[in-house]
T-cell receptor, first 113, second 112 residues
Framework: GESVGLHLPTLSVQEGDNSIINCAYS??????FIWYKQESGKGPQFIID?????DKRQGQRVTVLLNKTVKHLSLQIAATQPGDSAVYFC????????????FGSGTRLLVRP | EPEVTQTPSHQVTQMGQEVILRCVPISNHLYFYWYRQILGQKVEFLVS????????KSEIFDDQFSVERPDGSNFTLKIRSTKLEDSAMYFCASSVDVNRAFFGQGTRLTVV
């Protein structure tokens, strides 16, 4: 069902450590996934995407892992910095849609200096 | 770096009034979208637009909502008769194909 309310799961990490943010998606027909970062008062900012024919993709300091068997997506951030503090959303796109992103509930990342 | 721009950044309107939220998508993008985010909740899809017509819309996008691309650069969302529950951040997004939607900074709509 839909998640409602103001209580986001929060991940608190020490600056310099690696962060892993997890997301479960619901539709096995989804074939495209994106991670977005949202800072307070701003719009979602594209981080990295992955298609279902891949299980791993790397960007600059970020890696996305996709496990289709358990419908799980993760975002790994290496050497987390204070500027990484934000809410992170995964989003999925379904093969039968004309591109309609379905967003997850989000995880708040707090980076301790 | 090209970006999606939205105006105004904050709109306050009285219940029952019409509002128009404006967006300038990235210039070579072909797909346009509106999403909304009620405070503290997840981002929700409203509508997608391609080739001058609506491609898909959600159940939220009822008859009080409409979209238009009046010229080659602007993309607007009109809410005909605003309700209190329409208060939210409204995000415009665009993409060059069915990948990588880029979002604007949003318009905060407050209905009083």
């Amino acid at each position: 069902g839909e998640s409602v309310g103001l209580h986001l799961p929060t991940l608190s990490v020490q600056e310099g450590d690696n962060s892993i943010i997890n997301c479960a998606y619901s539709n096995s027909a989804s074939d495209y996934f994106i991670w977005y970062k949202q800072e307070s008062g701003k719009g979602p900012q594209f981080i990295i995407d992955i298609r279902s024919n891949m299980d791993k993709r790397q960007g600059q300091r970020v890696t996305v892992l996709l496990n289709k068997t358990v419908k799980h997506l993760s975002l790994q951030i290496a050497a987390t910095q204070p500027g990484d503090s934000a809410v992170y959303f995964c989003a999925e796109d379904r093969v039968d849609s004309s591109y309609k992103l379905i967003f997850g509930s989000g995880t708040r990342l707090l980076v301790r200096p | 770096e090209p970006e999606v721009t939205q105006t105004p950044s904050h709109q306050v309107t009285q219940m029952g009034q019409e509002v128009i939220l404006r967006c300038v998508p990235i210039s070579n993008h072909l797909y346009f979208y509106w999403y909304r985010q009620i405070l503290g909740q997840k981002v929700e899809f409203l509508v997608s637009f391609y080739n001058n017509e609506i491609s898909e819309k959600s159940e939220i996008f009822d008859d009080q909502f409409s979209v238009e691309r009046p010229d080659g650069s602007n993309f607007t969302l009109k809410i005909r008769s605003t309700k209190l529950e329409d208060s939210a951040m409204y995000f415009c997004a665009s993409s060059v194909d069915v990948n990588r939607a880029f979002f604007g900074q949003g318009t905060r709509l407050t209905v009083v």
